[in-house]
């Protein structure tokens, strides 16, 4: 495959933007896949680019080896990326996909292309990620956790083609946070914000100030209502800090306006933008 055909398969661009001053490429959490992202560009101002990260062995990449090691899974990411290093770029990561993100933005650091600022969501810092065995459990025990974390419509763990699926994505994806860790060294000189939402049982107060340790760049703070999942049930304050970001880093482009179903209540915010299967990691 071509360096552009591989690029195009791990970097989903949505709408593409020719004229975009920076590119927010975006990592999603464990058993999801590009679509997660699919409205965000509806959201962000013109002058922003949106890629969205697909997984080998997710969706329609489902032919290829699932990755059950996430510093393999970033040399990847990481070399799939360089056609896009030709603007600026920032890397969000939800949940695992904190984690690839880090550990993709360390590597593009290191080969001398430092991303301008790395956003992750819903995850524990590298040093403090919680090991864990759920990848090496039953079906059955696999299925109990997907339902306690609400990460998995039950239409879908009922049906059996499907099921067989999300236990293959979900266990490949448990293995890439459970088995991860922080190598050694010193930490990388990254702008980092940390998004945390006050009922994520996925990452404390505590976790979330402890992202400090994994920089030895400036660090910001974000904090939202809600739940894992806040940034799909609620995505206008996680777009609205996002940009606030990016507007701060590139003293440009403007703060775009603010979209109408912004100012109304939650249920005119689309209901979901996280689509894909499997643990919310």
Excluded: K
Excluded at 35 to 59: D, I, K, R, S
Aim: hydrophobic share 40%; proline share 11%; with cysteine.
């Amino acid at each position: 495959m071509s360096t552009t055909g591989v690029t195009a398969a791990w970097y989903r661009c949505p709408v593409p933007r020719p004229a975009a001053q920076v590119r927010l490429v975006c990592f999603p959490h464990g058993g999801g896949s590009a679509t997660a992202y699919w409205n965000w560009p509806a959201l962000l101002p013109e002058t922003v680019e949106l890629h969205a990260v697909q997984y080998p062995g997710h969706t329609d990449r489902i032919a290829e080896p699932l990755y059950t090691d996430l510093h393999a899974l970033a040399d990847a990411a990481a070399d799939a990326a360089r056609p896009l290093l030709d603007r600026p770029v920032v890397l969000y990561g939800h949940s695992l996909g904190a984690l690839a993100a880090y550990e993709t933005a360390r590597r593009l650091l290191a080969a001398g292309h430092p991303p301008l600022r790395l956003i992750v969501s819903g995850m524990p810092p590298p040093h403090r990620v919680r090991p864990g065995r759920v990848h090496l459990g039953s079906d059955r025990e696999l299925i109990a956790e997907l339902r306690r974390l609400e990460g998995v419509p039950d239409e879908v763990l009922a049906h059996p083609d499907l099921l067989d699926l999300v236990l293959r994505t979900a266990r490949a994806d448990y293995a890439l946070a459970e088995t991860y860790v922080q190598p050694a060294g010193p930490v990388p000189d990254l702008p980092l914000t940390v998004h945390r939402a006050t009922g994520d049982p996925e990452l404390t107060a505590d976790e979330a100030a402890d992202w400090t340790a994994a920089t030895t760049g400036p660090v910001r703070h974000r904090t939202f209502s809600g739940g894992h999942f806040h940034l799909a049930d609620e995505p206008a304050p996680v777009l609205l800090e996002l940009v606030d970001d990016l507007v701060s880093d590139m003293s440009a482009p403007r703060r775009p306006s603010r979209p109408a179903w912004m100012g109304t209540t939650a249920t005119a915010v689309p209901p979901r933008l996280a689509q894909g299967t499997g643990r919310p990691l």
